[in-house]
């Protein structure tokens, strides 16, 4: 019983601690594998990609020939979850992660991007630009071949300065797996395809 109280003090006490999970870092070639997953299949291959070494660094794994770049699995985060977008949007992502970096929240984050971009130093794709996004659950996921089963398609098409007036999109979803536009009228708008579970 002591035992139990002591554990639910440690928990309530560093919350952070109950919510990070430590995974092995697949080998190179499974985490290719694996962050490839939610691409088309004709883009798999000259895809870019980021993954970890063992340190839980983000490096990058592959360098990649076509206009695709592929994160993969964070293995400090419970569950899997993947993500290729349009090397347009990499300008953009790698500013996120250099932020992140500084421990950041999301807001702050947020809004030194608003102003960069604002300001013609941060520069986004002026074309709608495509995300492909695939999760599901780390016991779903076979780190030994890169297979998840049961897995989840979501896709982001990003359209800096769209509003619901400019695309007839409305701001949340009326019916499942509907698009909408999120964050309408910034920088960061994009168009939302898939679940939202």
């Known amino acids: 019983m002591k035992q139990l109280i002591l554990g639910m003090l440690l928990i309530s006490a560093f919350p952070f601690m109950a919510q990070e999970i430590k995974k092995e870092v697949p080998l190179n070639e499974i985490q290719i594998k694996t962050a490839v997953l939610p691409a088309p299949d004709e883009k798999k291959d000259g895809a870019m990609v980021y993954g970890y070494n063992s340190s839980g660094e ?3 794994l592959r360098k990649g020939t076509n ?5 993969g699995d964070n293995p400090s985060k419970d569950g899997i979850n993947v993500a290729c ?3 347009k949007l990499e300008p953009f992502m790698a500013r996120g992660r250099e932020l992140s970096a500084q421990d950041l929240s999301g807001e702050e984050r947020e809004k030194i991007r608003a102003k960069e971009v604002a300001s013609g130093k941060l520069k986004m794709p002026k074309e709608p630009s495509m995300m492909y996004v695939y999760y599901g659950k780390s016991e779903d996921y076979d780190s030994t071949t890169g297979e998840l089963q049961n897995g989840k398609f979501r896709y982001v098409i990003y359209t800096p300065f769209a509003t619901t007036e400019s695309t007839g999109l409305p701001d949340k979803p009326h019916a499942p797996g509907m698009p909408w536009l999120m964050d309408p009228g910034t920088h960061r708008a994009h168009i939302m395809v898939g679940p939202f579970d």
């Not at 206009?67 to 994160?71: D, E």
Request: a positive charge; hydrophobic letters at 55%.
């Open 58 to 60: 983000l490096v990058v």
């Open 85 to 87: 977008y349009s090397k």
């Open 67 to 71: 206009n695709l770049v592929c994160i």
